[in-house]
């Protein structure tokens, strides 16, 4: 049981440092406005987050839905100081994986936020003034006047 434990969490620390190299590389992705490339590596992302979630559901399954520093306690000192050191590593790999999955939400968000605008400003400059420029069926409208024409200088 205890090989199967540490082997699992020895799996889920590798596996959050390769996913901390990967949301850095869609940093730099996203930076560069790739959107293809970015596509292929979130694909790549969510399946190696699903991988993780399996490694941690099969620990918690191992030690009966405890902690795994609980049952560390109960080990001998050298396996419960391989194990803890390693859970150490984990919790600094996730809280690292957090900062840059938030570094890149942020920067996705700006994103957004930037092409929306693009957007809105392109769509009011080729949008007409008026709304009733254009007739019920699809031609222009024609502008009436009712001001005599001759008189003040229109035809």
């Given amino acids: 049981m205890y090989q199967t434990i540490h082997d699992s969490l020895f799996r889920q620390n590798k596996g959050l ?19 293809g490339s970015a596509v292929g590596l979130e694909f790549s992302i969510h399946e190696l987050i699903r991988q993780l979630a399996v490694e941690k559901s099969l620990v918690i399954r191992m030690v009966g839905g405890g902690r795994v520093m609980d049952y560390a306690a109960m080990l001998p000192e050298d396996k419960s100081a391989a194990l803890r050191a390693l859970f150490a590593d984990i919790d ?12 890149n939400a942020g920067l996705s968000l700006a994103l957004l936020d930037q092409s929306t605008r693009a957007l809105q400003t392109l769509t009011g400059m080729a949008a ?8 019920r069926r699809g031609g222009m409208a024609r502008k009436t006047h009712t001001d005599a024409a001759l008189i003040s200088g229109r035809l």
Avoid at 19 to 31: A, C, F, G, K, P
Avoid at 92 to 103: C, H, M, P, T
């Fill in 128 to 135: 007409p003034d008026k709304a009733e420029v254009y007739g």
């Fill in 92 to 103: 600094e790999g996730e809280q690292g994986v957090s900062r840059q999955a938030s570094r």
């Fill in 17 to 35: 440092a390769l996913l901390r190299d990967l949301l850095e590389e869609e940093y730099r992705i996203l930076l560069s406005r790739d959107a």
